[in-house]
């Protein structure tokens, strides 16, 4: 009869897979790693000595992806099973310190240039969002981007924006330029009938103290939308 693995069996166990995945992390870097793999990458520092890949696999599967998971609330992740309030704190500082990376991607930076940074900024921050959440980018003559902030926070369908409020603020800062940013928790970034009204009160009251609205992104699940791009401005 074979003898059943002991506690410090299992020790070993999880330590050997730690070190050979840590090892392939380091010669291929993400490319060489799965989803679930780099979110058991993440989850060694919370839990350092038990097999966490279940536990990845479980997480990856309950919210689809390993974007998905570190945007959950915490509420949501300390329901599966294994995820104590701790291990749900280190994914969100993972989480924090990825929009952190985006964002000094284009802080400081002319918006032209680094488009491309200024979306993986929008869908970091704002594409897993339960509610919506309006934001507007602030930039100055240089189209320089020198202020980044979330106005309003609103329900999973609607955010009250105020023209006034937006353009006040533009002034405050200086700004010269704005671009204007929303999300859709739908995940359907196609922009609706009241994005399109509100978008237009906020263009009349810019335009009467010479401030441009360079365009308005609405930001969902895997796509966005562009005011611009479709016409609209």
Same mark, same amino acid.
């Given at each position: 009869?074979?003898?059943?693995?002991?506690?410090?069996?299992?020790?070993?166990?999880?330590?050997?897979?730690?070190?050979?995945?840590?090892?392939?992390?380091?010669?291929?870097?993400?490319?060489?790693v &799965?989803d679930?793999?780099?979110?058991?990458?993440?989850?060694?520092?919370?839990?350092?000595?038990?097999?966490?890949?279940?536990?990845?696999?479980?997480?990856?599967?309950?919210?689809?992806?390993?974007?998905?998971?570190?945007?959950?609330?915490?509420?949501?992740l300390?329901?599966?099973?294994?995820?104590?309030?701790s291990?749900?704190?280190?994914?969100?500082?993972v989480?924090?310190a990825?929009?952190?990376?985006?964002?000094?991607?284009?802080?400081?930076?002319?918006?032209?240039?680094?488009?491309?940074?200024?979306?993986?900024?929008?869908r970091?921050?704002?594409?897993?969002?339960?509610?919506?959440?309006?934001?507007?980018?602030?930039?100055?003559?240089?189209?320089?981007?020198?202020?980044?902030?979330?106005?309003?926070?609103?329900?999973i369908?609607?955010?009250?924006?105020?023209?006034?409020?937006?353009?006040k603020?533009?002034?405050?800062?200086?700004?010269?330029?704005?671009?204007?940013?929303?999300?859709?928790?739908?995940?359907d970034?196609?922009?609706?009938?009241?994005?399109?009204?509100?978008?237009? &009160?906020?263009?009349?009251?810019?335009?009467?103290?010479?401030?441009?609205?360079?365009d308005?992104?609405?930001?969902?699940?895997?796509?966005?939308?562009?005011?611009?791009?479709?016409?609209l401005?």
């Amino acid at each position: 009869m074979s003898e059943s693995k002991t506690d410090t069996d299992i020790i070993d166990h999880a330590s050997g897979h730690r070190e050979r995945l840590r090892a392939r992390f380091r010669k291929a870097g993400i490319d060489g790693v &799965q989803d679930y793999e780099l979110l058991e990458l993440v989850l060694f520092r919370a839990i350092p000595r038990r097999d966490v890949k279940p536990l990845a696999k479980d997480l990856i599967a309950k919210f689809g992806g390993f974007a998905e998971v570190l945007a959950a609330p915490i509420e949501r992740l300390v329901e599966v099973k294994g995820v104590s309030e701790s291990v749900a704190q280190e994914l969100k500082i993972v989480q924090a310190a990825a929009i952190k990376l985006t964002q000094e991607r284009v802080l400081k930076r002319p918006v032209i240039s680094s488009w491309n940074d200024l979306l993986s900024y929008c869908r970091a921050s704002m594409a897993d969002e339960k509610i919506e959440l309006f934001r507007i980018m602030f930039l100055d003559k240089k189209n320089i981007l020198i202020a980044d902030e979330v106005q309003q926070r609103g329900t999973i369908d609607h955010t009250p924006v105020y023209p006034r409020e937006v353009v006040k603020r533009a002034l405050e800062l200086g700004a010269s330029a704005i671009i204007l940013v929303h999300n859709h928790p739908s995940g359907d970034p196609t922009p609706s009938t009241a994005d399109v009204e509100m978008t237009k &009160q906020i263009i009349n009251a810019a335009k009467v103290l010479n401030i441009r609205v360079h365009d308005h992104l609405v930001i969902g699940h895997k796509h966005h939308a562009s005011f611009k791009s479709l016409g609209l401005l």
